[in-house]
């Protein structure tokens, strides 16, 4: 019996901690839906998504361990007006406001046999943007952003924009940002007023998922953003570095292109490579023409000019890109550039005989 | 032995000799020197007067032997015959240009390979050099209304120098002949995007850090005043600045790659476009409608929207905002179609929201952004009216197939008659005529 009865106490007391559980639970949900009691039972409001942003549609339901809402008469309150009624209507689609608005929503149930339960919540919409970009390295000038490969980094912001009703926009300072990468919270990054973060690129061919959140000190708020970052392979692109006009970053050659000189001065330019510059001494080039391997200027090792003169004036250009510390990148790309005119047969030509192998 | 007066007399004649020879070798090697000059600018099409402060015509200066190739509207080379729709101005590259303020018909550029500003009056195909200073490899060159000017190229290091100069004017002491000095400063290293601040006589830009983020800067035109307006710990931005006063930060675009866009209002970044796609900007002056273009999924789309609260609306052409500039033309010009007469009291002109877009007529590639900003791909673009008060495009030209115009960098002058372009194939310098506009009325 004193077995029996240890066993239905243990039973009881499992169940009631669940309850105690759940309800603490219930409780420890974000500040901007909040809750109320009455005098017969509590109905908890659920907000979908967590964390909504301004004039967003926000699905809210209800839910009550004792009453059987689906047969209870239901009215939903938005800012103390009447805003839906209905047997059995547990759910609500109700649009957030502005940014700096407090919607309110109460609503009631009561059952067929005279139990009656309310709840409140209020929504806050909060914007939360996330930004980023790389480290790897673009021309000076170039319009676009700068993508991640393997052994760069990304650098990443997060704007938040929290205005309580009635008061201004809450400052970074105030604000708890949490960063994580593919789930994982990033305990080192994460933290008050830690509106940055500076994170590894992905590997080869991968892709991260990197997710903030943002909420409000006084829990007033909160909101939270996602990226999916993808790691490109660095690009290698050949330019004609110009006497006249410089690196012409507007005429990338192609895999065949023509010259109207005899004579010109090529530049590669390692797109999203990690790199501090095309010159960067961890960068290794590995030039050839026709076949015949190139020594590097040791100066501007990113160049290369070749002269056509007394030849047919067709140059396969080959060229293959690696990093002395990060073996994940490497590129490589060859060319086939016709010098002069009047030249359409390849043959080829060595244009460094003195420096051949 | 001593030399005799005879043999004296012969070395002073073949000394003699030798020295004429000497000169006249010299005079040969000096007029074959100013051919190579004159050749050389021949070959970057200008004649060999063109450096000299003399005025000549556009056709016959600058773009002489082109004309067949862009004639739209008959022989323009006929005294009195309208100019062509599409006129190329330069065959050398430029760095940048602008329309002189509250004109329609005087263009100035900066070339290129030299840095050397010149003005091109449209109407009369009048071009003249303003500037004699030398800034080789221009790469980029940002105008002011007042006719200073940003000229920005890579140093030996890498660095991006940035010069802000004024040009004199030509009662200016400074004035010599071939031109004019070009006065100024070089402001900090590594300015990574600048604008002038289209409502004072500022610059506004974007400066790196050395932690990798960058810094918006407004700064006074010789840099020797400057205010930091922004800081992000991303160096990506650029800027936008219109004359109605408003400030806009971009980051840049990468296809897919989610695209904000913030206007800078009393210290805080209120968003403008947010988690766009390949984002490309380009907001009004006076009016809260922006152009914007998304890139993503390997197809472009240009969306609309009128007011901040409207909903954007997806235009049916695809283009970047890049390749579109908004009307200028405002009310004043304005035609009404309401006869007078019938007519209590005027009728207010609403004016049209109307932008012009260079739309490509094919796309090849299915990261056009990435591919574009290294000029991996070149477009060949059609020019679209789009009315975004209407909700209507019309294509207004398309050129022939032969001369493949890709469209970067477009203004249009204020009274709404011309666009400049440059053809980013070769940096050129190119005119498009727009008719005028009607303005609607309202009933």
């Known amino acids: 019996m004193g077995t029996m009865m240890t066993k239905e106490g243990r039973v009881a007391a499992a169940g009631a901690l669940i309850i105690l559980s759940a309800v603490l639970f219930l409780f420890a949900a974000p500040a901007y839906a909040q809750f109320g009691n009455t005098a017969d039972g509590r109905l908890f409001l659920s907000v979908s998504p967590e964390y909504p942003g301004p004039n967003e549609p926000v699905l809210v339901s209800l839910w009550n361990a004792i009453i059987d809402l689906t047969g209870s008469d239901i009215t939903w309150y938005v800012n103390n007006k009447v805003f839906a009624q209905g047997v059995g209507m ?15 929503i109460f609503a009631t149930a009561q059952t067929r046999d005279g139990l009656y339960a309310s709840g409140n919540a209020s929504i806050s919409p909060a914007e939360v943007d996330l930004l980023w970009e790389s480290d790897s390295y673009t021309p000076p000038l170039y319009r676009g952003r700068a993508l991640p490969s393997a052994g760069t980094g990304v650098r990443a912001q997060a704007i938040a924009r929290f205005k309580p009703a009635g008061s201004a926009q809450l400052p970074e300072r105030d604000i708890m940002y949490t960063w994580k990468r593919n789930g994982s919270v990033v305990a080192s990054l994460s933290g008050k007023g830690m509106s940055s973060a500076y994170i590894r690129a992905p590997a080869l061919f991968g892709t991260d998922i990197i997710e903030v959140a ?37 005429r990338a050659f192609d895999d065949t292109a023509s010259l109207s000189d005899t004579e010109a001065t090529f530049a590669a330019v390692p797109y999203f490579a990690e790199a501090e510059n095309p010159d960067d001494p961890r960068l290794i080039y590995s030039w050839s023409v026709n076949g015949k391997k190139i020594p590097s200027d040791e100066l501007n090792r990113s ?11 067709l140059a396969q250009i080959a060229l293959s890109l690696t990093h002395a510390s990060n073996l994940a990148m490497s590129a490589s790309r060859a060319w086939r550039v016709s010098f002069g005119s009047g030249n359409d047969i390849f043959t080829g030509f060595n244009p460094f005989p003195a420096l051949s192998e | 032995m001593r030399p005799t007066k005879k043999t004296l007399s012969y070395v002073l004649v073949l000394a003699a000799l030798l020295m004429f020879a000497g000169l006249g070798g010299w005079y040969f090697f000096l007029n074959r020197q100013a051919e190579t000059v004159s050749a050389t600018d021949a070959s970057r099409g200008l004649r060999s007067e063109a450096p000299s402060r003399s005025v000549g015509n556009i056709y016959n200066n600058i773009v002489s032997g082109i004309t067949s190739l862009v004639e739209r509207d008959g022989d323009e080379t006929r005294e009195g015959a309208s100019p062509p729709q599409l006129q190329k101005i330069t065959k050398t590259p430029v760095a940048g240009m602008a329309f002189g303020a509250g004109t329609s018909s005087v263009l100035y550029f900066a070339e290129s390979s030299t840095g050397y500003i010149f003005s091109a009056d449209t109407s009369t195909g009048a071009v003249e050099r303003l500037t004699n200073r030398m800034f080789p490899k221009t790469q980029e060159a940002v105008f002011s209304r007042d006719g200073s000017v940003v000229l920005r190229s890579i140093d030996e290091n890498g660095d991006i120098a940035s010069f802000a100069g004024k040009i004199a004017t030509s009662t200016s002491s400074e004035t010599v002949d071939g031109g004019a000095t070009l006065s100024g400063k070089y402001l900090e290293r590594n300015i990574s995007a600048i604008v002038p601040a289209a409502f004072s006589r500022e610059l506004l830009y974007i400066v790196k850090t050395p932690f990798g983020g960058a810094d918006g800067v407004l700064s006074s035109w010789d840099g020797m005043r400057r205010k930091t307006v922004f800081s992000s710990p991303l160096s990506g931005w650029y800027p936008i600045s219109l004359a109605d006063g408003r400030i806009f930060f971009v980051l840049r675009p990468a296809d897919n790659a989610a695209g904000f866009a913030y206007e800078l209002k009393n210290g805080s970044l209120v968003p403008q476009v947010r988690d766009a796609r390949g984002l490309t900007y380009l907001p009004n002056t006076s009016s809260a409608a922006i152009l914007y273009g998304e890139s993503g999924g390997g197809s472009l789309a240009l969306f609309a929207r009128a007011q901040n609260d409207a909903t954007s609306l997806s235009l049916p052409i695809r283009t970047v905002a890049d390749k579109c500039v908004w009307s200028t033309e405002g009310p004043a010009i304005a035609t009404t179609t309401t006869p007078k007469i019938f007519s209590k009291k005027p009728a207010p002109m609403v004016k049209p929201l109307v932008a012009y877009c260079a739309v490509p007529q094919f796309v090849t590639s299915n990261a056009f952004l990435n591919d574009w900003y290294r000029g991996a791909i070149h477009t060949s673009d059609s020019w679209w009216r789009v009315d975004v008060s209407a909700d209507t495009v019309e294509l207004i030209f398309a050129p022939e197939m032969d001369t493949p115009i890709d469209v970067e960098s477009p203004i249009m002058d204020d009274r709404g008659e011309h666009i400049a372009f440059i053809n980013a194939i070769d940096k050129t310098l190119w005119l498009l005529r727009i008719k005028p506009e009607k303005i609607k009325t309202t009933p």
């Open chain 1, 90 to 104: 547990t759910k609500a689609s109700i649009a957030a406001g502005p940014l700096g608005s407090e919607t309110n």
């Open chain 1, 214 to 250: 943002a909420s409000a000190i006084n829990g007033s708020a909160g909101g939270r953003a996602r990226a999916e970052i993808s790691s490109v392979e660095p690009v290698l692109v050949l330019y004609e570095n110009h006497p006249l006009f410089g690196i012409m970053y507007n």
């Open chain 1, 303 to 313: 160049e290369l000019t070749v002269n056509s003169a007394n030849s047919n004036g």
